[in-house]
């Protein structure tokens, strides 16, 4: 690890710890979002914050989801409002949405402007919500294998000398004027990485800006970091190098790695009264008040390490306590399992007999497919998939009905061209049995054959009353019953002949296979089609069905009630014994921490003792012997920091802090 850390950051790693522990624990504990939500509403961090004139402050706590790589996947902000004067309402201004209040019943109303007023009733206020924006720090992390880049995906179980780095970006600035010129101050982040690595996976671990510890299972990474820093205090990289980064080497046989934690914070540089050193005399006075008060805590440690062998050997009872209820949990879960798997047999054989096609029900599915059949059975679904099955048998006939129409319609095409063959043949008949009867009256009248009449007509030797004589004389005949039964006789023997029926079927032929045809064909066939459903719908047998489906979803809204009632239980049995193997997981753990309490404390000592010694000697170097310059941006850095209260907005009136927890996903 770099000097600079084991100097100055030793101090600031322990103010860190102290300051946020409890959000660390809290986050770290719950690998899953829905998890990580659930905490967010338990676990509230035991943070101070100084009370603005209207007795309100905010305590913010950001939790980032992250993939492996360190990109964003979701951002949830846990917010306290701290109601010091036991105020009846508090305003709030915030960003967020689906806002939640995850620690009472206290409601609130939309005032304008992302405006919340709360009906506090004198209490604390806490809630949580999600929000989508830019983070003042970015993290990213990146992997090499050998030397060589990799992704994170393509690094889960290989082997080899694996390098992981994280880099932090501080885009969160104000620009100040220092000595007369325009200079951007960043809000001095503290950040901390913790990563857990498996000594089964990894070995000759080394960390850069970093701390190693090892409980003979595992090596705990700690990492810490002030990107922004260096760039604030306008040191030479090359005379004192402040860490914007941690990175981890180590040498890998199957690659997989747990989440990792990362927490950044400005508290630190808040706690800062560096108005108070107004010369490198006091500062050193200050610090070695510091040591002293450290070297009486020290003092303490043998009776702390007793205390702490004390809390070992109870840890050690309450494992083995849990371990033995822990050892009963495969037992209840089978027996709730089979109980489960009986009430859901029962279940199938019931949707069997209904005559119900469906997947067979499991402990993962019923609820699904039990909702889709309730869905189906409302009287209008029901109705529409009747129609469906009607519609879909009348459709399996179509080809018989369209032949069926299709005769109806060649007869009725028949029947025309027959009508229209007779009327031409009727009509060359009748003028035939006119000319015989013309002859005949002309003959009778005039003693003349109709060829000399009609040319004697035509010459004009005809007169007019002459004319109209004869014509009356052969309608006269016509008309009389004789000829109209020769007409008839003549009509029907022609109609028969072979001939007269071989023009028949042509035309009729000719007739069908027409567009106009072809078209009635298809739209009688589509008529007779819906007719044929129409009926089958409105007949007793589907009336009947549709109302027993009525009846039907009714059993099965029932059966879902009681498999939903047994399942309350079944997770909540399952609910309970997870939570008796994390406590035994958790007992072990514990057990394990109390080993290295006491080593903490005496290495907290030895480190301030550096920093004391070595740090302020660093400092005074690094800057070329210009304090005065140093403190003013230390007072220009510590001066951004109080600035910067809140992520997801706050009133203007109000104070705060907010402090950011990274989680990034497991690789593996």
Same mark, same amino acid.
């Given at each position: ?15 860190? &710890? ?47 989801? $992250? ?73 990213? +992390? ?7 880049? *990799? ?31 325009? @200079?951007? *101050?960043?809000?001095?982040?503290? +950040? ?11 070995? !000759? ?19 810490? =970091? ?6 604030? %205090? /306008? ?30 914070? !400005? ?35 043998? #009776? ?23 050892? !009963? ?26 005559? %119900? ?11 699904? +497919? ?11 679904? *029901? ?39 007779? @009327?031409?043949? $009727? ?18 009248? %005039? ?11 035509? $010459? ?45 079927? =042509? ?8 567009? /106009? ?9 589509? &008529? ?12 007793? @047998? ?18 879902? #009630?009681? &498999? ?6 079944? %997770? ?14 958790? /007992? @072990? ?80």
């Amino acid at each position: 690890m770099r000097k600079f850390s084991t100097k100055i950051i030793v101090f600031c790693l322990c103010t860190l &710890l102290a300051v946020s522990g409890i959000a660390m624990t809290a986050f770290a504990q719950n690998p899953d979002e829905n998890e990580a939500e659930n905490q967010e509403k338990q676990e509230i961090p035991e943070t101070a914050s100084v009370a603005d004139d209207a007795g309100v402050s905010k305590d913010e706590t950001v939790y980032v989801l $992250a993939r492996a790589d360190g990109s964003v996947q979701k951002i949830i902000v846990s917010d306290w409002l701290k109601n010091s004067l036991d105020n009846a309402a508090v305003s709030d201004r915030s960003e967020l949405t689906d806002v939640e209040n995850v620690k009472g019943d206290e409601s609130y109303t939309m005032n304008g402007d992302d405006m919340r007023v709360w009906d506090a009733q004198g209490n604390d206020i806490y809630y949580q919500g999600n929000i989508e924006k830019e983070l003042p720090v970015d993290l990213n +992390v990146t992997y090499k294998l050998d030397g060589k880049p *990799i992704s994170a995906d393509d690094l889960a179980g290989k082997s080899g000398r694996v390098t992981i780095r994280f880099d932090y970006q501080n885009k969160q600035y104000e620009t100040i004027e220092i000595d007369g010129k325009q @200079e951007k *101050i960043y809000v001095p982040f503290a +950040v901390l990485t913790g990563v857990l690595l498996d000594d089964d996976v990894f070995t !000759n671990v080394d960390v850069t800006n970093g701390k190693l510890i090892n409980d003979g299972s595992r090596t705990v990474v700690i990492g810490i =970091a002030f990107p922004g820093l260096q760039e604030n %205090l /306008a040191i030479s990289k090359d005379k004192l190098e402040i860490p914007d980064y941690v990175e981890i080497t180590a040498d890998a046989n199957n690659f997989q790695l747990d989440m990792t934690v990362t927490l950044a914070t !400005n508290e630190v540089f808040n706690e800062l009264d560096v108005d108070s050193f107004e010369s490198v005399s006091e500062l050193r006075t200050s610090m070695e008040e510091l040591t002293d008060a450290m070297a009486q805590l020290t003092g303490g440690v043998e #009776s702390l390490k007793n205390g702490a062998d004390s809390l070992d050997a109870g840890a050690a009872e309450l494992s083995e306590g849990l371990n033995t209820l822990a050892s !009963n949990n495969d037992t209840l879960n089978a027996g709730a399992k089979q109980i489960f798997d009986t009430l859901l047999s029962t279940a199938n054989t019931q949707l069997a007999a209904a005559g %119900l096609n469906v997947p067979t029900l499991t402990v993962e599915n019923y609820a699904q +497919v039990l909702n889709s059949i309730i869905a189906s059975m409302d009287e209008n679904a *029901i109705y529409q998939q009747a129609q469906s099955q009607v519609t879909a048998a009348v459709e399996a006939q179509r080809g018989l009905i369209e032949q069926q129409v299709t005769v109806a319609v060649q007869e009725e095409v028949t029947a025309q061209v027959i009508a229209a063959v007779r @009327e031409e043949v $009727a009509a060359q008949v009748t003028q035939n049995v006119r000319n015989t009867v013309a002859g005949q009256v002309i003959q009778l009248s %005039l003693n003349m054959d109709k060829a000399s009449y009609d040319a004697a007509v035509s $010459a004009g030797q005809i007169n007019q009353k002459t004319q109209e004589q004869i014509e009356t004389a052969i309608e006269q005949q016509m008309q009389s019953e004789q000829v109209l039964v020769q007409i008839q006789a003549a009509t029907d023997t022609q109609m028969a002949t072979q001939s007269i029926q071989d023009t028949i079927a =042509a035309k009729t032929s000719e007739q069908m296979q027409s567009d /106009a045809i072809k078209q009635t064909i298809t739209e009688q066939t589509e &008529l007779q089609i819906q007719k044929i459903v129409s009926e089958q719908m409105a007949s007793n @047998e589907v009336q009947a069905q549709l109302a027993a489906a009525g009846e039907g979803a009714k059993s099965i809204i029932a059966l879902k #009630s009681s &498999l939903d009632s047994y399942n309350v239980f079944y %997770l909540g049995l399952q609910s309970y014994t997870a939570g008796v193997a994390d406590a035994a997981a958790g /007992a @072990e753990t514990l057990k394990a921490g109390t080993a290295q309490f006491s080593a903490g404390a005496s290495e907290l000592y030895d480190g301030l003792n550096e920093f004391y010694e070595e740090g302020i000697q660093k400092l005074e170097n690094a800057a070329d012997g210009d304090l005065d310059g140093l403190m003013t941006r230390f007072r220009a850095t510590r001066d951004v920091s109080l600035h910067y209260k809140d992520f997801a907005g706050a009133s203007e009136d109000m104070d705060g802090q907010v402090r950011f927890i990274y989680r990034t996903d497991a690789v593996e």
